[in-house]
């Protein structure tokens, strides 16, 4: 069975940080790209940041520069940090893989 449990949300004043992990099960992960996606209220999902199985990685432009998505297969984990919060993050943030499975969400909230 495919599991993925992400963890690491909260809430956060603009400007601060924090770092999701999503650890994954019952796939072959070194094989995955892994991608983090995040929905706010009344919007469409949204891929922020996608990691190939060799470690390339791309991202949305909204979060080009601020955050930074990185994997340690040794341990099945794929990481979001993130830097330099805007209340614009506030959103729920799935981890997939391949965008075939999909984790349960974790609430970022940027606040003042």
């Known amino acids: 069975q495919v599991q993925l449990v992400e963890s690491g949300g909260g809430l956060v004043q603009p400007g601060g940080s924090l770092r999701l992990s999503c650890a994954a099960s019952?796939?072959?992960?070194?094989?995955?790209?892994m991608a983090w996606y995040r929905q706010a209220p009344g919007k469409q999902r949204e891929r922020v940041a996608v990691?190939?199985?060799?470690?390339?990685?791309a991202y949305a432009d909204s979060v080009n520069g601020r955050f930074t998505i990185s994997r340690d297969n040794t341990k099945n984990t794929v990481y979001l940090q993130m830097n330099s919060l805007k209340s614009e993050d506030t959103a729920v943030y799935y981890c997939s893989a391949r965008a075939d499975y999909w984790g349960q969400g974790t609430q970022v909230t940027v606040f003042s």
């Open positions: 990691i190939g199985s060799g470690g390339t990685t």
């Open positions: 019952g796939i072959s992960f070194s094989n995955y790209a």
